[in-house]
């Protein structure tokens, strides 16, 4: 697994007199604790690409009829779909919980005349419309309201 | 094709990042009860049942929503997979990887842009 991480990216245009030695990727990358939350981070794409797939299905569903509806949740309801749902609501939820924390870290300082609230306001907002959607589609999809 | 994706890399990152943050906003709520709620039973029948459904993603912004749900976490995957491609197998076949992963975003948009259109 050792190879060297595009050596060539950092280099200064004209070599200088100091010669140094290639990065090299370690074995255990994979194994260190930021590399591998980072690693995990990237790994929900995954779960994400699938997720927009599946959704995909559900529209066609709808689009096709009452049959092909009763059909998609019928199948939803598969352990191995269940479980890729159960998979896919902890990644979406580790996405945010991670996302939401870099959020306000990576705001410009100013841009024209405006600022941006401070960092804990700011996630303190992420977080509120979070919950404000989540408990939107609870109520609408969930049959509360339109009754 | 490398140079096509650094060109496109502006409109790239615009959906990957709206992936990141609207889709992860959708995405609880729209696990919770249409794959995960209704197929399991733990909602009232009727919240789901085919004409209530129909009716919730035939509104306009029920259509903007499962659009949302369908294209933004598509272009956040395919990101994030080639990222983790290159970290795990390094820069070799990035943008062969890059390429196929943005087609299957692409396609799936497009596919979903007809889906919600044909509700």
Redesign the interface.
Known sequence: MA?P??PHAMAPSRPGPTRTAPPQVPDDF?TRPRMRT??L????????????????R???A??A??DA??AL??S??HPL??AF??L??AA??F??VR?FRL?PKAQPARIGPAKPPPRPVLQAMLYA??GA??????V????IWPS | MKALLLRLEPVIWLLFGA???V???????????????????V??A???A?????A??ANPLGRLV?LA??????W?????????CV??F??GSDALVGSL?YA??LA?SA??VL??L??
């Open positions: 190879r991480a595009n994979w980072y690693l981070f990237d790994a929900t794409g995954v779960v994400y690409l699938c997720v927009g797939l599946v959704a995909l559900v529209a066609w709808l689009a009829g009452p509806w009763q949740m019928t939803f309801s779909y269940v749902h159960a896919a609501l979406a939820l996405v945010g996302f959020f419309a979070w959607i989540t408990l939107g589609l609870l609408v999809l969930g049959g | 992936g990141i943050m889709g992860t906003l959708l995405l609880p709520g729209y696990l919770l009860t249409v794959a995960l709620g209704a197929p399991l039973g909602l009232p009727h919240a789901l085919f004409e209530r459904a129909h919730i993603a499962l749900i369908i294209a933004l976490p598509l956040k995957g395919a990101h994030h997979t080639r990222a983790l970290d795990l390094g820069n992963l299957i975003a799936g596919a979903g889906a919600v044909a509700i």
